[in-house]
């Protein structure tokens, strides 16, 4: 089958099963037109428990479509591709973290939303990226410890000043991002505001214009294009699907990728095939165990309260 006809296919069996297709913004661009939602991870797990389907296809990595499954218990989720699994979140666990906590038990742990259930569930709090400094200024006052990504806590470190011990871990995506490619990127493109993403290093972030989750820089693109003068654009330095989707969107020479390379090989194991094959065959169904999912879901729930509170996105 061409790309058209599976296109065709899965949205025919998607209505026959009565299932929701969430597509994370850094899947392949040909995954979009079966997608019901597009977006963050979060915003889909919470689009998907809203509805009255039966079945979830997270279209993205495993601790996606387990945050999936802690918000929509009674549904089933369905990863399309079993071996897509997102190599930060492997770098934290229960048990190193339990460890972690037994060293500094004074402390409020912090766990951003790419992790696995588990560590939610050891957790107090989770964040994302666009309001991981609410939810840190909001504890500042006491001991943090922040899992995994040592780039978003030590940004927000910076930021609030908070006494926080980092997690050793990093999305090696942005972790590659180097002074050099701002250095060519700015060469290439003079003239161009450069937005970052936190889970960036330091010394990269120093130099970004603007710092903000894959959203909060889409929104940033969208809200000043239009007052651009002629020889400026935006150099996005996140994954390339974000660049290349405001690429259709707007003019292209509008909008660069800060590096080629910022490619996640884990998000791109999901294909039109798979997702066919997945539907059809209800495979891999991805289940959390009900003591670690309440657990999460308590941790979850005490972000968006806070969310809530601060008013971030
Ligand atoms: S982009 Fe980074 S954090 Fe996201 S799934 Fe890939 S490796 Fe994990």
């Given amino acids: 089958m061409n ?3 599976l296109v065709e296919k899965i949205i025919e ?4 099963k009565n299932a929701v297709i ?15 939602f597009i977006g963050d991870s979060l915003a889909l797990a919470r689009e998907a428990a809203k509805t009255d389907a039966d079945m979830i296809v997270f279209c993205g990595v495993d601790f996606m479509a387990e945050s999936a499954k802690i918000l929509s218990p009674k549904k089933k989720v369905i990863l399309p591709s079993a071996d897509a699994k997102c190599p930060m979140a492997m770098m934290a666990n229960g048990d190193s973290l339990r460890k972690m906590k037994k060293k500094y038990p004074e402390a409020v742990v912090i766990t951003y939303i790419n992790s ?3 560590v939610k569930a050891e957790s107090d709090v989770v964040c994302t990226s666009a309001n991981a400094v609410d939810i840190v200024e909001f504890y500042k006052e006491k001991k943090i410890i922040f899992t995994p990504d040592k780039h978003l806590g030590s940004y927000c470190k910076e930021v609030t000043g908070a006494d926080i011990v980092l997690w050793d871990g990093y999305c090696y995506v942005h972790d590659e991002f180097s002074i050099g490619d701002i250095y060519i990127a700015k060469h290439e493109h003079p003239n161009c505001v450069l937005l970052v993403h936190p889970e960036s290093p330091k010394d990269v972030l120093e ?3 603007f710092i903000g989750s894959t959203s909060q820089i889409t929104r940033f693109v969208e809200e000043n294009i239009g007052k651009l003068e002629d020889n400026e ?3 996005i330095g996140t994954e390339v699907e974000i660049g290349n ?5 707007y003019p292209k020479e509008r909008i660069y990728n800060l590096a080629d390379h910022a490619v996640c090989t884990q998000m791109k194991r999901t ?3 798979k997702v066919y094959n997945a539907l059809l065959n209800e495979e891999t169904e991805i289940f959390v165990d009900d003591d670690i999912r309440i657990k999460a879901l308590k941790a979850l729930d005490t972000m968006l309260e806070l969310s809530e509170k601060f008013g971030s996105k």
């Avoid at 899947?27 to 979009?32: D, F, G, L, P």
């Avoid at 989707?245 to 969107?249: F, R």
């Fill in 3 to 5: 790309d058209k006809e």
């Fill in 13 to 16: 069996l998607k209505k026959k």
């Fill in 22 to 36: 969430l597509v994370h913004s850094y899947q392949r661009q040909e995954i979009h037109p079966v997608a019901d």
């Fill in 116 to 118: 696995s259930a588990e």
């Fill in 207 to 209: 130099i970004a214009d």
């Fill in 233 to 235: 654009g935006f150099i």
């Fill in 245 to 249: 989707a405001l690429q259709k969107k």
């Fill in 271 to 273: 294909t039109l095939d």
